[in-house]
């Protein structure tokens, strides 16, 4: 059983070795580019991370150590997309909920962007995004088309609460109120 094993882990090897030289070709098609692979050899040669990324890391078949935590070969590790979305290196202000900093940034929503992926990332992202994208802003911009929005009686812009709860989603902490008033053609 060990020797199937070991031949196992040998042709795998060979496998995610030729995988990520296949990547590395200038010539390869233009089609292939922009998946995981492709992300992690990029973060390899910028050497943007706090530990020396090694090839073994991109094919992630042995054990390895990242910042002090060991990680079996085969295990999966999920992103916490949460503690990202507020790290103040990547984001200024990030505590703050600021739509308007999104207005003229190139970060894509869509899952090409690491510091932003709530669909996924790149090959292991969402296969609905398209959809998903399409469709809330359909229903977002029906439900602002029929209706006039206003705040509350007495209430003030600046008296808006853009607190938000931890968690795998987002909720905010007190509840959004608005008055809508249908509009009649």
Known sequence: MTKKLDKNFHDMDSFYKELIEEHMDPNRPKSMEGDIVDVLLRIKENGTTSFELTFDHIKALKRCSVNGYEIGGGSTVYINAWAIARDPATWEHADEFLPESFLESDLDPRGQTPELIPFGFGRRGCPGIGMAM????????????????????????????????????????????????????
Do not use: Q
Not at 154 to 160: A, Q, V, W
Not at 165 to 174: A, V
């Open 134 to 185: 399409a469709e809330v802003e359909l229903a977002l911009a029906n439900v602002v088309y029929k209706f006039d929005w206003g705040l509350p009686v007495g209430m003030k812009e600046e008296d808006i609460d853009f607190e938000v709860l931890p968690g795998i989603t987002m909720h905010k902490k007190n509840d959004l109120r608005l008055l809508a008033k249908l509009v009649i053609a």
